[in-house]
């Protein structure tokens, strides 16, 4: 039952998205439980003050999120395991904004290894060190490696055996593409810089095998402190490369 006061929605922003965001915090703040049938159309109409189609979009907007369900001839209740959207605005193309895409991945990953290490099945070590292994395939052929790259480092967050961690780190890939073809073409510029990400990504997989949390999280946060400090050693012209390869890239 919604028991703090409602606001009334303002002109501007669309009716609609106002109320379905007060319900969204009545859910979220357990104002509202799972289960719980929402008021009918016409008491949240007169309880904001709006039309009863602008309550069924709101009511539509929480549907699609996952938040209500609705019953033929009952009405729309919470869900019973409500959703939390995930909300990250596109990240520039500057390296400043790859870097602070990296300060994430350590806060997220350095945990994703330490828990791997303490929890991974051996089917999915097998799927680590094939990771690894199609990086390096990756490379010998003359590709980027992004995509094993990414998939090395996902393979670790499932081993973690914790669906947020996936699901956090699948719902930011769609941001870390650029990110790792930055830091992966300016470690390509340099035979010691890709000398490095071997040997770190080699350590990681190690500490994960032997079951050494804290190694394993050491690791992770070595590699991604690396990452950073390398990135920090690029060419000016970094961004311009990339633009220029993007351009010659056939498609």
Known sequence: MITTPETQPTRGTQLSEQVARQLTHAIHTG????GERLPTEAALGERYGISRSVVREAISMLRNAGLVTSRRGSGSFVA????VALRLAIPDPSLQSVIRLLELRRALEVEAARLAAQRRTPSQL?????AMVDIDEAVEIGADGVDQDMAFHRAIAEASNNTHFTAVIDFYNRFLHHAITVTR?????????MAQVIEEHQAIVDAIAQGD????AQAAARHLEHAE???????????????????DTPI
């Open 31 to 34: 104002e509202m439980r799972p």
């Open 126 to 130: 097998r799927r680590i060190r094939n």
């Open 80 to 83: 019973e395991v409500p959703t």
């Open 213 to 216: 949390e804290e190694a394993a």
């Open 229 to 247: 400090w390398r990135l920090r050693q690029a060419p000016t012209d970094l961004l311009e490369r990339l633009e220029d390869t993007a351009t």
């Open 185 to 193: 073409t300016n470690e390509s510029l340099r035979d010691t810089f």
